[in-house]
T-cell receptor, first 109, second 118 residues
Framework: LAKTTQPISMDSYEGQEVNITCSHNNIATNDYITWYQQFPSQGPRFIIQGYKTKVTNEVASLFIPADRKSSTLSLPRVSLSDTAVYYCLVHNQGGKLIFGQGTELSVKP | NAGVTQTPKFQVLKTGQSMTLQCAQDMNHNSMYWYRQDPGMGLRLIYYSASEGTTDKGEVPNGYNVSRLNKREFSLRLESAAPSQTSVYFC?????????????????FGPGTRLTVL
């Protein structure tokens, strides 16, 4: 399973766009990129998944360059409730997920 | 539709005691997982069950056993608890591998069990 590297923490203010970049140099052809969000005292929650180019849903956008060695999660106009830990995962369809330490996002008023 | 449920929510054990953590899902998922999360850390996979009747070790299986009782239920047992097993335990489920869409691998997590071993 490919290893991922992402910043340990980030700070932002309400209303700003937040971009969290994840590095995954050893991504394999069959691998997908998935992001999870975890609030304190809760289990992680799926945010978005992609294979290449750009994916957008009601919560976030995911940008994946052509070489797929990195990806960027974009959260538009964050609010205080977006304060959470964000995990980037690279995996195939085999079922096993490896969670790293994640990025602790703190949104301030 | 409750999703993934876990019992108990909290538990305190003494070293050497045994206990079973229960997990059930009502989404007709094929795959189920047990993770542990230590303070300030990401989740680590203990065991998983890709389908009913099968179980496999994850990253940190030592000191644990699992049972996939049926398609809905996946239990985690600590035979002789140790302080190093103090953690928050999460159960998760997914449709499983082999599905046509990558979302088949999306995992749904339960609320967690906070376990303290003294």
């Amino acid at each position: 399973l490919a290893k991922t590297t992402q910043p340990i923490s980030m700070d932002s203010y309400e209303g700003q766009e937040v971009n969290i970049t994840c590095s995954h140099n050893n991504i394999a052809t069959n691998d997908y990129i998935t992001w999870y969000q975890q609030f304190p005292s809760q289990g992680p929650r799926f945010i978005i998944q992609g294979y290449k180019t750009k994916v957008t849903n009601e919560v976030a956008s995911l940008f994946i360059p052509a070489d797929r060695k990195s990806s960027t999660l974009s959260l538009p106009r964050v609010s205080l409730s977006d304060t959470a830990v964000y995990y980037c995962l690279v995996h195939n369809q085999g079922g096993k997920l490896i969670f790293g330490q994640g990025t602790e996002l703190s949104v301030k008023p | 539709n409750a999703g993934v449920t876990q019992t108990p929510k909290f538990q305190v054990l003494k070293t050497g005691q045994s206990m079973t953590l229960q997990c059930a899902q009502d989404m007709n998922h094929n795959s189920m997982y047990w993770y542990r999360q230590d303070p300030g850390m990401g989740l680590r996979l203990i065991y998983y069950s890709a389908s009913e009747g099968t179980t496999d070790k994850g990253e940190v299986p030592n000191g644990y056993n699992v049972s996939r009782l049926n398609k809905r239920e996946f239990s985690l047992r600590l035979e002789s608890a140790a302080p190093s097993q103090t953690s928050v335990y999460f159960c998760a489920s997914s449709e499983g591998s082999g599905f046509h869409t990558p979302r088949g691998n999306e995992q749904f997590f339960g609320p967690g069990t906070r376990l303290t071993v003294l």
